[in-house]
């Protein structure tokens, strides 16, 4: 029997429609469109033109063959967009790299300390956060609202009509309570934001209404977590989902929520089947995303990966998650002024720029993997790298040599699959996770990566480890 599902994976680049078939228990993935995802400026803002999105995955609903077994929705997490009580949209969604939300922890910790925020969340302290982000609306615009709806909340609204919040991508904005895995009554009370922002929260792999005549099924609507939903995991394996951000982490049972947790700045995001993801969020190929954008010359990013092997080792090293990079006009010269500011030489052209980011960026996998051992009392004798970073093999190889772990890499549209593989289980399609896991396994080949020469990677990670904290 087949059976197609249509998996919808809205990244902070892009947007793809991707068509999952299921015949004989094996997958086979078409790329049925894929669209830009370009942010907007309006008002002073930088905001997501969340509408045009909408237009592309009606254009790829009229695309999709009849009789679709299932329909998900994936995105990034954090952003959100406010709703009338009439449904009608009040504005475009703000994007998580607008600068309103510089300095407004502090203000939100005179309301509730970083300690408690913590214990009751196990989320991660970044500014763009769901929690900083509402804090610093229009209170008037807040005031005006009946429903706070992520983006994959609103997408879905749209689909059938129906608001829920699912777990996973309701568990980024840490304003849910870990250990309850519904929202924290507290902490909105805290802060003063009207309750019935909050819709009710729904588990992955729950139908949620219907598409013409095709169930709506809400996956792990956090891109991540589908991601993570895709690959088997063992107690010796890490997990590296490689895109516009890097998340390094394990998949646990519980929430591990300690002072070693909060100081190191783990998050303790919702995961699929009762699963937590133990994770930390680095800014990963945006940096080399955001200097691309400024070499018109360089035509493709082999190219590029290809003069960087030529280039000297460990001349320039950055901390990926410093704040000058967070969203600059120009990356480049902000990595230049990032050399000068902490005594190093610059690097002087693409392809050492290209070498000086890869290397920080597997030396920062390092440091996080040795935390997230710490926390978890586990060894990880490997790192299971997923997404459109997976393709990257340099990186591959600098993540292999800087851990000392072996590297296994695929597959790249394990974000999909992993939509996809929620969509089964919600429709009986799969008996369980770990069937659907076991498809998708067996459906798509990986690559393995061993260290080599991993001593040379020593005396840069201690010069890693002095460069200033984020």
Known sequence: MT????????????????????????????????????????????????????????HALAL?????????????????????ADGALLENPYHYRDRRTHGAMPRVFEKLSRE???????????????LYQLFCCDPARVESAERLLMIPDLLNYWLTGNFYSEYSIASTTQLLEAAARDWSEEMIAALAFPRRLFQPIVRPGTEIGRFGGAPVIAPACHDTASAVAAIAMSAGTAFLSSGTWSLIGAEVREPMITPRARDLNFTNEGGVCGT??????????????SCRRCWPEISSYDDLLGAATREAPFRSLIEPDDSAFLNPENMPQAIVRYCA?????????PAAFTRAILESLALKYRLILEGLEQISGRRFTQIRVVGGGSRNRLLNQFTADATGR???????????????????????????????????ARSFPTERFEPRDADRWEEPFRRFCQLPAP
């Open 3 to 58: 059976a197609q599902f249509l998996a919808f994976d809205l990244g902070a680049e892009s947007g793809r429609a991707m068509l999952a078939t299921l015949e004989g228990g094996e997958l086979r993935l078409a790329e049925l469109h894929r669209f830009p995802n370009q942010p907007i400026e309006e008002h002073g803002s930088l905001r997501w033109n969340i509408r045009a999105l909408w237009d592309e995955m009606r």
């Open 64 to 84: 999709a063959p009849e009789g679709l077994r299932g329909i998900g929705v994936d995105t990034w997490g954090v952003d959100f967009a406010l709703v009338g």
């Open 116 to 130: 408690r925020i913590y214990s009751i969340t196990g989320i991660q302290f970044l500014p763009i956060n769901t």
């Open 276 to 289: 937590i993801r133990l994770l930390k969020n680095v800014a990963g190929m945006w940096l080399l995303q």
């Open 341 to 349: 500011r902490t005594g190093q030489p610059a690097p002087q052209s």
């Open 406 to 440: 072996a590297v296994i890499a695929g597959p790249v549209e394990a974000t999909a699959l992993g939509n996809v593989a929620m969509q089964m289980l919600g429709t009986g399609a799969a008996s369980s996770l770990e069937e659907a896991r076991a498809i998708i």
